[in-house]
C-alpha cells in the first residue's frame, strides 16, 4: 500500500497532514510513503527530514496522485487533482463536505472513499481524531496574540516609577474550544477578561480561567443543541445578546468572537453601534469569519479600519502557526489511520460509528446522511 503526502494547493497554506515523526508506526506496518518535494518545508519539515524519516520523495504530484492508496491531506483536493486519483484509494482531511459538497463530485466519482474530519463524531472515543478541537485551539491562541500585537496598549497591568498602567479588556464572545483557549491566552498576557455563551454549561469552565461569566436572561428559551453544541436561537433571544455584547463593547479593548452554530451560517451578535462604542484603537477579530463572521460588518479575510477600530477576519489562523497546527493534526489523522489500517492493510468497516460519521462517500455511493441529503439536492437543481 502507498501512502502520499502531498503538497497543499490552498492559497496561504503551510499545513501538513504529516510529519517526519509521524512515519514511523506506518512505515513499520510495511506502508510505503512517498511525499511531493516541498509539501513540509513551511511546517518546518524538509524534504531530507521526511527522507531520513524512511519516505521516498517525488516532484511528480500526478504520478503520486494516480498511484497512492491513502491520501490524508488538510484540505480537500482540487477538481483537477480529483479527476487523478486512483480508483478506490482514500483520502482524508478538512474536506467541507457540509458547506461545499458539490466540490467534491470528482473525487466520488472516481471513485474514490473520503473520510472529512469536520464530521469525525465528538464522542470520547474520538477526541483523539478530534482535529476541529485542535485547529480551534491553534485559532483562539493566535487570535488573541493578532490582537495583542495591533492593539495600541500593553496587555498587562503594569506598576512604574513613571505610573500605573491598567490591564487591558478582553471580550470573548462564544465559550467554545477557541473562546476557552482566547479567554486562556488573554488571561497569561495579563489581561482582564470577561466572556459571554448562550450555553449557562460554559460559565463553569469560563470562571476557571479567572474571566467573568456574562450571563444573559434568555426568556426560558433552552440554548444547548445536541453533542455540547449551542442551538440556533430566535431574533428575539439573540437581540438580548446583542444588547449584552453592545454595553460590555463600550469597555473592551479586544473582542475576540468565536460563536458557531455547526452546518448554519454564524449567528451575527455584534451590531455597527457595538463597535462604533469600542475605543479608538480597539480590535475585534472574528473567528466565525469562515461561517460568515459574527459582526455585521464582516468581510471574511478583509482587514477593516472602522472609525478606528480594528477589525481582522481571518479565515485560516492555524496556517499562521504551521509546526504546531500540524503536529497536532498529524496526530488526529494517525488516530485516525489506526482505524482503518490494520498491519498494513486497508480495511474500511462502516459498522464502526466514527468511520461512519466520518465517511462522505464510500466506493462512489454517499454514506454520511446530512452530506448524502445535500449531494442528492445538488445534483437535482444541477
Ligand atoms: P462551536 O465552534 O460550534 O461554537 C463556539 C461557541 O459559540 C460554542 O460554545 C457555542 O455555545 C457558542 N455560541 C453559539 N451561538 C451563540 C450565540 N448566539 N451567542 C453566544 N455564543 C454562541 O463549538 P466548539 O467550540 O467546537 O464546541 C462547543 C462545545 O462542544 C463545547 O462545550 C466543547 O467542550 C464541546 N466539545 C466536545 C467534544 C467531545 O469530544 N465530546 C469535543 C470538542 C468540543
Request: aromatic letters at 2%; glycine letters at 8%.
Amino acid at each position: 500500500m502507498l501512502l502520499g503526502i502531498l503538497k497543499e494547493t490552498a492559497p496561504g497554506e503551510t499545513r501538513v497532514p504529516l510529519l517526519p515523526e509521524s512515519l514511523k508506526s506506518l512505515l513499520a506496518q510495511g506502508i510505503a510513503i512517498t511525499v511531493e518535494s516541498g509539501a513540509g518545508t513551511a511546517a518546518g519539515a524538509s524534504d531530507q527530514a521526511y527522507a531520513d524519516a524512511g519516505a521516498s520523495v517525488t516532484a511528480d504530484r500526478a504520478a503520486l496522485l494516480a498511484t497512492a492508496d491513502l491520501l490524508p491531506m488538510v484540505n480537500a483536493p482540487q477538481a483537477a487533482d480529483q479527476a487523478q486519483l486512483k480508483p478506490g484509494c482514500v483520502v482524508i482531511g478538512f474536506l467541507r463536505p457540509l458547506d461545499a459538497p458539490r466540490a467534491l463530485a470528482a473525487a466520488i466519482a472516481r471513485p474514490a472513499t473520503l473520510f472529512s474530519m469536520e464530521l469525525v463524531p465528538r464522542i470520547s472515543r474520538a477526541q483523539s481524531m478530534d482535529a476541529l478541537s485542535s485547529m480551534a485551539t491553534v485559532a483562539g491562541y493566535k487570535a488573541v496574540i493578532a490582537a495583542a500585537d495591533r492593539l495600541p496598549r500593553l496587555f498587562p497591568m503594569l506598576m512604574t516609577a513613571a505610573g500605573t498602567i491598567p490591564p487591558a479588556r478582553v471580550f470573548v464572545i462564544g465559550a467554545g474550544v477557541a473562546g476557552l483557549q482566547a479567554i486562556a491566552t488573554a488571561r497569561r498576557l495579563g489581561a482582564v477578561v470577561e466572556a459571554y455563551d448562550v450555553r449557562a454549561a460554559a460559565g463553569e469552565q469560563v470562571r476557571s480561567l479567572g474571566a467573568k461569566f456574562l450571563d444573559v436572561d434568555l426568556g426560558g428559551i433552552s440554548a444547548e443543541g445536541g453533542g455540547g453544541y449551542a442551538a440556533e436561537l430566535t431574533e428575539k433571544a439573540l437581540d438580548r445578546g446583542r444588547d449584552l455584547i453592545t454595553r460590555t463593547a463600550a469597555h473592551s479593548d479586544v473582542i475576540v468572537t468565536t460563536a458557531q452554530v455547526p452546518g448554519r451560517p454564524a449567528p451575527r451578535l455584534i451590531r455597527r453601534a457595538a463597535i462604533e462604542a469600542m475605543r479608538l484603537g480597539s480590535v475585534l477579530v472574528d473567528l466565525a469569519a469562515p461561517a460568515g463572521g459574527n459582526c455585521e460588518l464582516t468581510q471574511p479575510d478583509v482587514e477593516q479600519n472602522i472609525g478606528g477600530v480594528i477589525l481582522l477576519a481571518p479565515l485560516n489562523l492555524p496556517a499562521e502557526v504551521p509546526v504546531h497546527s500540524s503536529q497536532l493534526y498529524a496526530r488526529n489523522i494517525l488516530n485516525f489511520l489506526a482505524l482503518i489500517v490494520k498491519k498494513g492493510e486497508l480495511t474500511v468497516d462502516l459498522a464502526d460509528e466514527v468511520l461512519a460519521g466520518a465517511c462522505v462517500a464510500h466506493n462512489g455511493t454517499p454514506v454520511n446522511p446530512r452530506v448524502a441529503k445535500l449531494l442528492e439536492a445538488a445534483a437535482q437543481s444541477s
